[in-house]
């Protein structure tokens, strides 16, 4: 990356990606689009530049706004997981209740018999 307008257009590029595939639930390739956001912001933070040029450029690209968007929808999908795991967890918490209150009755039976 040469320029620092390429590397934020690249960086811009990438997280429209990570927000098309959150909204389409595809997570197939998140992690590797992750990485390459990363592997670009080191590579900027490589770069000659003023705060000046770098705010403009992130104004220009409205890169903040597509930051937050994406920000939102990890958060969002965060919680969706979370609460898949809590509701297998009360299954899992109600199955082995039921589970174990059975058999405990099935060892009563077994002692009066």
Known sequence: MTS????LKRF???TKA???DLRGEE????????NERQQIIDAISNLKYSSMEFSLICEELC????????????KGN???VQNEIKKVQQAKNANYDYN?????NIKLFDKQV
């Not at 890169?63 to 990890?74: N, Q, W």
């Open 78 to 80: 965060m919680n969706l």
């Open 100 to 104: 174990s209150v059975f058999y405990k």
């Open 4 to 7: 620092l307008y390429e590397a």
């Open 12 to 14: 811009q590029d990438i």
């Open 27 to 34: 997570v197939d390739r998140l992690i590797d689009l992750l």
């Open 63 to 74: 890169i903040m706004d597509l930051d937050k968007e994406a920000t939102l929808l990890i």
């Open 18 to 20: 990570i927000i098309h």
